[in-house]
């Protein structure tokens, strides 16, 4: 089972921004779809950003956002570093939450990802804004 690990997760004010990562052991060439997620306690998990294959064996890539962070967030694929990325611009205290990255093997059909077409899931990483 191929694990993932998040990191970059911080304390910072509103306005900042952040770079969370999630890398794994082994070639993500064949997770064709990979999103990032959050939680706040008491609440359903949002899937916020995702990236998949635009079609099977595809080297395009289609992105996907929330729209409570379409224009701020970007997520990224590093194949070569086994890893991919979200980009976190004009931060909130809304947007405080733990950030979960997660993948499937297939695409994702058109969307965001839903939780439960996840096949691996991180441990999460804490982001916390400050007004």
């Known amino acids: 089972q191929m694990e993932l690990v998040e990191s970059g997760g911080d304390s910072v004010e509103a306005g900042g921004s952040l770079r969370l990562s999630c890398s794994a052991q082994?070639?993500?060439?064949?997770?064709?779809?990979m999103a990032w997620f959050r939680r706040v306690p008491g609440k359903e998990s949002e899937a916020v950003a995702t990236?998949?294959?635009?079609?099977?064996?595809?080297?395009?890539?289609?992105?996907f956002y929330s729209d409570s962070v379409k224009g701020r967030f970007t997520i990224s694929r590093d194949d070569g570093e086994n890893s991919f990325y979200l980009e976190m611009s004009l931060l909130t205290p809304e947007d405080t939450a733990t950030y979960y990255c997660?993948?499937?093997?297939?695409?994702?059909?058109?969307?965001?990802?839903?939780?439960?077409?996840?096949?691996?899931w991180g441990r999460g990483t804490q982001v916390t804004v400050s007004s």
């Open positions: 997660a993948a499937k093997w297939y695409l994702c059909g058109g969307g965001l990802m839903a939780s439960s077409e996840v096949d691996l």
């Open positions: 082994r070639s993500t060439l064949g997770l064709a779809c």
């Open positions: 990236i998949s294959r635009a079609s099977v064996g595809s080297r395009q890539f289609v992105q």
